[in-house]
């Protein structure tokens, strides 16, 4: 089986600090992560459910693809990461069957990550992300310390407005 | 943090056995579950990921709301069900919050897991399912035979046109 653990379920959301005090409130979630995705246009922010994360993302260009997602729909689901082993041989494989991409070869995503997106098109209506993190496993047997993300260090307890050491230099 | 995991993504589908073969040929998925919800209007199968599973719900009836989904949207992602260690606690203290509902009691759902929808409305867009499993561990810390569905027998090569011990008699 290709895909290793759900990574991430990716959310449009209009007001990042908004929604993270929405999880905060109702589900005590804490944030994990916040970068800023320049080359995606949004703002994010993880918070970390099991071996996943719960992804929040705010557009901050009117032509991120997560801004037209919002326009065309509202809020709501808008990606799902898949973990793999091999983005790269995973994506090779996938495009040899037919299946239409979004990014013909892997890139820098989230947390330093090399991903791809899949086609909606291609994969039954649902905008897929393959995701390739070296510092979770992906023999599908979870349960030890590598399944926490990269440079990382818990107690997690930081908020957006208290981060300061994240990518998007907040 | 009262999510524990994400137990399942739900992907809404026209044709289930349509779709397990494209998870099946694009990322060698296999079916670890099938099921008929009449209270639901669905038939599902269920593809585990790591800790998680990927849940494809095809209709049985027009008035299922799976059904209503695909009309207005089309295929694509339907609903995330995240693990909780106790759905009646849980939907209890959010409806206190003034979250509102779908079910106002936990009903019996998938696996025969004690689940609870909640409102879109009220929880930025996206229809959230609660889900009880009192075969999976409810600490965060996966990685043991719990993780595996109550009444599935690894190995877990069964395929929708093979399974004879299915709750929906197939």
């Known amino acids: 089986m290709r895909l290793r653990r759900i990574d991430h379920v990716g959310y449009a959301v209009t007001d990042l600090d908004e929604a993270v005090e929405h999880h905060r ?31 929040l993302l705010e557009p ?12 065309r729909h509202g809020p709501g689901v808008h990606h799902v990461g898949y973990g793999v ?15 239409r991409v979004v990014d013909e070869v892997p890139r820098h995503g989230s947390r330093g990550c090399l991903v791809a997106f899949l086609h909606p098109k291609s994969t039954m209506g649902a905008l897929i992300e393959l995701v390739e993190d070296p510092s979770r496993p992906t023999d599908g047997i979870p349960g030890d ?5 990269r440079g990382l260090t818990p107690p997690l307890h930081r908020t957006l407005g208290t981060a300061s050491r994240d990518a998007d230099g907040g």
């Open 25 to 55: 409130r109702l589900y005590g979630a804490v944030v994990t992560h916040t970068e800023t995705i320049e080359r995606d246009g949004v703002r994010e922010a993880l918070l970390a459910v099991g071996e996943s994360f719960l992804q």
């Open 60 to 71: 901050i260009r009117d032509d991120s693809p997560v801004a037209t997602f919002l326009r």
């Open 85 to 99: 082993a091999d983005v790269t041989a995973t994506l090779r494989d996938l495009r040899a069957e037919g299946i």
């Open 145 to 149: 310390a590598r399944l926490r993300p």
